[in-house]
């Protein structure tokens, strides 16, 4: 965005008086108001005050730039006025300031940031501050930032005047499973990447709460071409017949400018959203297991809030039975009325975890359509209807594998149906989804799972009575429990990270007994390992860090005991022969820990936050300790001293 598109003829004052710093504000203020960038010109003020307070905004060489962030700014804009006889602006040099811009920015968005960029690179020019200090009238002004702006970005000054106006040249949608991290690390390395190449670009994530920065039909008509940087699925029809890039998450953080050339120079195929996944490029195909990875992953990140809150509410009403010194038979948890109240509650939703992962497998393999099939296959599998039982056998539960399987088979089966239906006469066209689909799907998913269920029932009770047995032979369940606490710490929210934390919280809902509480508590701990230890070193070893490194490194104490592992990503996309091996020795070493101490946990997720629900929970943080001093010491040995 230039400088020129913000800074309107009405917005400059040249030869202006200012008796202070704060009536030069308020005459910058009074441009914006005049030019009509505001709804609120004092609120406007109190931001550009509390950024003043956080340190001077003026930059020396008799030049000050107060901005500020505010949602009484109507859009993005410039004020900037001369003052030939200087303020005293508190400047670092101690020189009065002669030439103030400010910048009016809207709260979704870094366009401030972008502008303040811009104006800094220019400004380090003395003569082009000279002509704009000396300039008599607005036109000048204007022409002067128009001219030094096409000297020192030149590749803007050779597009079309039009182009302009067309909006963002790139557009890019991120998203993760779990919709916390990756998302938004992926959208500000790609926003970064784009500011950095001078390349307009706007980023849609997918995140835990929701699409945010949603592209617009305008937008994607008039964009160059778009990128999808995620491991779940997102919807793809909006950007039929354009280009488009899809890849995973982690290449929008770590390839940002590689996925941004890629669509410049034109090697972006174009997209035909009745091919689905066909936009893929080059080294980035996507393979077969590529694909599989990412429908599981959009069953996952619905199904987790489901795991986490239900189980939170099971295990507060173990807990209150507990403390009431209930028997712990097979009532337990529902011998008080309170208890039963939360227990009724959290198994309602605890009870959707099965269909809804069944349900967004399928869906995210045949769209809409799927949706059914998997919905009902993922509750077949949980009661275990066969054709003698179509009830419901509790022999042939076969749990969370049997709704894996419900989602793909059905999905891939209702797929294969509606190609098969592309033959029908177009005057079925509109009855297609509401009845052939959903019919035909539904005998399809009833008719394999009645089949399934008895075979993956013997295979899902196997493996519960297998995990049972483990439990009592600390020979086994430790080395499980180190196993699955150090995948924690290989990719940190990625495939394997996933793959621990869905093994345990499927062996959670299948079978609630102290074995699987024990492989919970592992899993946990082994995900708040790596942020902590990184923490630690960045607290305790400082010369192995530099100093933006060591300022963000306290977060991860808060995101370590939050379990949110990814607070230790960007560490390990820096130094990743270091730490991501200490992380891994760390948490498989307190995932030992823990199971050698039989510390359990009943809720599938929370951190400190579910304490009440840690069996043994001192010696749980005592393993915790170990494992984070553990990984320091690591790092402390692996990373070398910065100069």
Same mark, same amino acid.
């Given at each position: ?37 505001? %709804? ?109 702006? /096409? ?86 029809? +909006? ?33 035909? %959203? ?102 009902? @296959? ?46 029908? #006469? ?45 439990? /009592? ?47 919970? /508590? ?27 490194? +060591?300022?963000? @490194? #306290?977060?991860?104490?808060?995101? @370590? ?83």
């Amino acid at each position: 965005m230039r400088i020129t598109d913000l800074l309107k003829k009405q917005g400059i004052s040249l030869g202006v008086a200012a008796s202070d710093k704060s009536d030069a504000i308020d005459k910058l203020v009074s441009l914006h108001e005049k030019c009509g960038n505001l %709804s609120d010109a004092k609120a406007y003020k109190e931001g550009i005050l509390k950024r003043e307070e956080m340190g001077t905004t003026a930059i020396g060489m008799e030049v000050a730039i107060p901005h500020a962030k505010s949602e009484a700014v109507k859009a993005p804009a410039l004020t900037a006025i001369t003052v030939p006889d200087g303020v005293d602006y508190d400047s670092p040099d101690g020189a009065p300031c002669k030439l103030i811009f400010m910048i009016a920015a809207t709260l979704d968005g870094d366009v401030h940031l972008e502008v303040l960029a811009r104006l800094m690179q220019m400004l380090m020019h003395e003569d082009f501050t000279a002509k704009l200090k000396a300039a008599k009238t607005e036109e000048e002004f204007l022409k002067a930032i128009d001219d030094q702006e /096409a000297k020192q970005f030149p590749e803007e000054a050779a597009a079309p005047a039009e182009d302009k106006k067309d909006g963002y040249r790139i557009l890019a949608v991120t998203a993760c499973p779990t919709g916390i991290a990756h998302t938004y690390m992926a959208a500000e390395a790609l926003a970064k990447a784009g500011d950095e190449m001078g390349v307009t670009i706007k980023v849609e994530t997918n995140g835990s709460g929701g699409a945010k920065n949603v592209l617009t039909a305008q937008e994607i008509a008039n964009c160059d071409g778009i990128i999808i940087a995620a491991d779940k699925s997102v919807e793809t029809a +909006r950007f039929d017949g354009k280009p488009v890039i899809s890849t995973k998450v982690a290449d929008g953080i770590h390839k940002p400018e590689a996925l941004i050339n890629k669509v410049l120079n034109g090697e972006a195929p174009i997209f035909h %959203s009745d091919k689905k996944a066909e936009a893929d490029t080059g080294s980035d195909d996507e393979s077969f297991g590529r694909k599989l990875y990412k429908h599981l992953m959009n069953g996952v990140s619905h199904m987790l809030p489901f795991v986490v809150a239900g189980g939170i509410f099971i295990a507060i009403a173990f807990l209150i039975d507990a403390a009431c010194g209930a028997p712990q038979d097979g009532n337990f948890g529902s011998a008080t009325p309170v208890a039963a109240w939360f227990k009724s509650i959290g198994g309602v939703a605890f009870g959707f975890m099965l269909p809804i992962l069944a349900g967004f497998i399928a869906m995210s393999i045949a769209d809409r359509p799927g949706l059914l099939v998997g919905f009902v @296959g993922g509750s077949l599998a949980s009661l275990g209807s066969t054709f003698a039982a179509p009830g419901g056998d509790d022999t042939s539960i076969s749990g969370f594998l049997g709704a894996l399987l419900a989602g793909f088979i059905a999905g891939w089966l209702l797929k294969m149906l509606e190609k098969a239906c592309d033959h029908l #006469p177009h005057a079925l066209e509109g009855i297609k989804p509401v009845l052939i689909y959903p019919l035909a799907g539904l005998g399809i998913v009833g008719v394999m799972m009645c089949a399934v269920n008895p075979i993956m029932g013997i295979i899902n009770t196997g493996m519960t009575n297998g995990v049972t047995a483990m439990a /009592a032979n600390p020979a086994l369940i430790v080395p499980l429990c180190a196993l699955l606490a150090g995948m924690m710490a290989i990719d940190m929210g990625g495939p394997f990270n996933k793959a621990a934390y869905v093994t345990a919280a499927g062996l959670l809902a299948n079978s609630p007994n102290n074995a699987t509480y024990m492989i919970m /508590a592992a899993v946990m701990i082994g995900g708040m390992v790596p942020p902590i230890a990184i923490a630690l070193s960045t607290t305790f070893f400082k010369s192995r860090w530099t100093p933006e490194e +060591r300022k963000n @490194g #306290p977060v991860n104490y808060i995101m @370590g005991l939050s379990f949110i592992t990814e607070g230790a990503i960007p560490y390990a996309a820096g130094h990743p022969l270091q730490v991501i091996p200490s992380c891994i020795v760390g948490s498989a070493c307190a995932g030992a820990l823990s199971a050698l101490f039989g510390c359990t946990l009943m809720a599938p997720h929370g951190g400190i936050f579910v304490l009440p629900t840690i069996g043994n929970p001192l010696m749980y943080f005592l393993a915790l300790a170990v494992g984070a001093v553990l990984g320091m010491l690591m790092l402390a040995i692996l990373m070398k001293k910065k100069a």
